[in-house]
């Protein structure tokens, strides 16, 4: 097998160009330069010359009638790759301008080669070629110079450049482009809203050279090209390392599992005001609190705001800042061009080295790109860029209002490895937000919305469950041989002796009939035995909680200053019901609490809570408590004072262990209030009801009322049943 030969490579000095070439410019090419008047053509070729001129390397420069040298060097010298000293010895220009203008083709030839003998230069510029074109006095006539000329160059084994004006016609009939080995075209036009100038590889003879359109600017240093294609390539990806990026944000690493594999990027969606750009702007700070460098690269709010914001908070970003732990890179809208700005964020993420980087908003980054297929490609870009530095990357980005898309263009989440989706609902007079993991490859999430609230300190984040209860398992059973004692005189007794512990026990009671007293007095028999507990109220306040305690000579106060017993008080104005499970369950890991009453749990239900929201944090609730060994009371409110045809308004009866009926029955001309213990799981209990009593000292449980009355619900045949086991219906 014949070994192939690498053809030798010169290197043209201009970022990316080489890429385009698959290693540069080949050496010993003939290649014409075309494009119209100041597309950049003299400026390439010199940038070029002037990056490979030296005494061992010498350029040879011929000028024709497009412009003198000495206006050329003029020109030049606004580029900082214009270097005077190369003159010496590596660089020559030589005018070909009064040959040309005597129309002696064979002059200027005899002089182009006096030159070549004299200098042997490794690269030669003919600028502009376009006017041997002019001057020719035929077709056949500018095929025998052009001939002539490439003869020559390629047995000097020189690298030709030959510019011209020429255009997309000229390259069928001109016999110049037969000869040469290489055709480069530079072009300017509007694009994407904006002027640009493009460069295009169209032949380059034995080599496999890249056939895009890539723009490109003219700034102080030269050619700047934006080859993202060539210059991002997805590198391989390493063995998953075992540790994960953990975000640090409250909350936020419960429901993202094991956390986010480095290399990753997320798109984190949702209309405006959803709370995206603090969410991104806090990745980033907890992140350098955590010895991880981050990165946020901002087209819509400048350093400023966005430090303000972060001093709103109450975080000290400033600090992160100067410790050189935290860069925010500021591009105004106007002055976005997505080709070079994508290879300038690769470029700042390798030199800091971070480890988090945020695109903000990746929407408005890529907002003059009308092609889906583009965007999506753009957003590839990005993602190779973070997973080359093997960072992890929070892409926010706008989605419109009322639509089911989760990007701008709709293409962009089939890019990215995570997509977290921001959202709000109008709930009464007040917008609630909402987060939800949408996708998130190689990781087992959280399922479903969860509650988000932004205030002091950042970013909120409720779980509707927990880490512990991420795999549905059955709560464990009750321990049938261990009772605690209620703390209401005489209930006992009818319970089979108490309550079972981790048991849960429902109280359902009409307004005002002693269902917060029988909470405090379950809490105050537990501290008597050195048990701690806690006592959420969703009604009363702490003080007012402690003045009906103390009107009663319960001694809830005492036990409060001796931190057996701790009240918790949750206004629903402020917390929703999927707020309320993370909130309650930090609580608990805080207190090593084993009885806890939650008071008119009825009020997490709101006008627009949906029933099956209700019911499903109260069952993850009392799943918890079971798991923590905990014994719970919780208290719900009746809509009826005296009826007893339902338990629960709420058919909340199912995830209680125990059921007490609590309603006001008139007796000797006066509502006085009754108990009817209407379930206990795995015990005996009695099935009548009990006059109670509510005075110094608390609830207490008195006689049997004399006559049950059959509830209208029930059949003839029912009657028995009740009388045998009480009222057992759903709510």
């Known amino acids: 097998m014949t070994k192939r030969i690498a053809i030798p490579r010169l290197q043209t000095g201009v970022p990316n160009l080489d890429a385009l070439f698959k290693g540069g410019l080949p050496k010993g090419s003939v290649t014409a330069v075309c494009g119209p008047p100041g597309s950049g053509k003299t400026t390439l070729t010199q940038q070029i010359c002037f990056h490979n001129a030296s005494a061992a390397h010498r350029v040879l420069a011929f000028n024709t009638l497009s412009e003198p040298t000495a206006k050329t060097l003029r020109h030049l010298q606004q580029f900082s790759f214009f270097d005077p ?13 009064a040959m040309l203008r005597l129309r002696s083709f064979d002059a200027a030839l005899a002089l182009i080669m006096d030159n070549l003998k004299q200098v042997k230069p490794d690269i030669v510029v003919i600028d502009s070629f376009k006017a041997f074109d002019d001057l020719a006095a035929s077709k056949e006539e500018l095929r025998m110079f052009g001939y002539e000329i490439a003869v020559n160059l390629m047995a000097w084994e020189t690298t030709a450049l030959l510019l011209g004006e020429y255009g997309p016609a000229d390259y069928e009939s001109n016999p110049l482009f037969s000869i040469v080995d290489g055709l480069l075209v530079l072009s300017q036009r509007v694009s994407q809203g904006e002027h640009q100038r493009f460069f ?208 701008r263009m709709g293409v962009e989440e089939t890019v990215v490895d995570g997509v977290i989706i921001l959202s709000s609902t109008e709930e009464g007079l007040e917008r609630e937000r909402y987060i939800e993991v949408y996708k998130l490859r190689n990781t087992a999430h959280l399922k479903g919305r969860h509650a988000m609230a932004i205030g002091a300190g950042g970013v909120s984040i409720f779980p509707r469950y927990g880490e512990q209860l991420r795999v549905e398992a059955p709560p464990p059973a009750l321990e049938a041989s261990s009772r605690l004692g209620s703390g209401t005189p005489g209930l006992d007794g009818l319970m089979g002796g108490g309550l079972l512990r981790r048991s849960t026990t429902l109280v359902s009671g009409s307004a005002g009939v002693g269902k917060s007293t029988f909470g405090i007095q379950f809490l105050l028999e537990g501290a ?43 206004s629903r104005e402020h917390l929703r019901a999927g707020q309320f499970l993370t909130v309650l369950s930090d609580q608990l890991k805080a207190l090593n609490a084993s009885r806890v009453v939650l008071d008119a749990a009825t009020q997490l239900l709101t006008a627009h809570t949906p029933i099956d929201e209700f019911r499903h944090v109260l069952y993850k609730l009392v799943v918890r408590f079971k798991t923590l060994g905990i014994t719970s009371v919780l208290t719900l409110e009746s809509s009826s004072l ?36 209407v379930k206990t799981r795995g015990s005996e209990h009695e099935r009548r009801t009990h006059f109670m009593t509510v005075a110094r000292g608390g609830l207490r449980i008195g006689a049997p009322v004399s006559e049950l009355p059959t509830p209208s619900w029930a059949a003839p045949e029912d009657a028995k049943h009740l009388s045998q086991h009480g009222d057992t219906r759903q709510g």
């Open 642 to 677: 005296s009826s007893m045809e339902r338990v629960t308004d709420q058919g909340l009866s199912p995830i209680a262990d125990n059921l007490l009926m609590l309603r006001y029955r008139e007796a000797a001309g006066r509502l006085a209030p009754t108990l009817t213990v």
């Open 85 to 97: 000293k190369k003159f010496e010895e590596g660089v020559q220009f030589v005018d070909l301008g």
């Open 200 to 407: 295009r590889i169209v032949k380059m003879r034995g080599t496999d050279h890249s056939r895009d359109e890539h723009p490109f600017l003219i700034t102080s240093n030269g050619l700047e090209m934006f080859a993202p294609r060539e210059a991002i390539k997805r590198e391989s990806i390493p063995e998953e390392p075992q540790e994960r990026c953990k975000t640090h944000i409250t909350k936020l690493d419960e429901i993202l599992g094991p956390g986010i594999p480095w290399g990753s990027s997320l798109l984190i969606s949702g209309v405006a005001g959803t709370g995206k750009t603090v969410l991104s702007l806090e990745f980033i700070y907890r992140g350098a609190l955590a010895g991880e460098k981050g990165i946020l690269f901002s087209f819509e709010e400048s350093e400023e705001r966005l430090r303000a914001a972060a001093k709103g908070l109450g975080w000290e970003l400033d600090r992160e800042i100067e410790r050189g732990m935290v860069e925010i890179v500021f591009i105004p809208q106007p002055d976005i061009m997505v080709e070079a700005h994508l290879l300038m964020i690769r470029e700042r993420i390798k030199a800091m080295k971070a480890r988090r980087v945020v695109i903000d908003s990746v929407s408005v980054f890529l907002d003059k790109v009308t092609d889906p297929q583009l965007s999506r490609e753009k957003v590839f870009h990005l993602c190779s860029i973070v997973q080359n530095a093997q960072a992890v990357g929070f892409f926010p980005t706008d989605i419109p209002y009322g639509s089911r898309q989760v990007s």
């Open 528 to 570: 008597r035995a050195g048990e701690s507990g806690l006592y959420v109220s969703m009604e009363e306040g702490p003080e007012q909680l402690l003045a009906s305690a103390e009107a009663l000579g319960l001694p809830l106060r005492a036990q409060l200053d001796a931190g057996l017993i701790q009240v918790l008080y949750v």
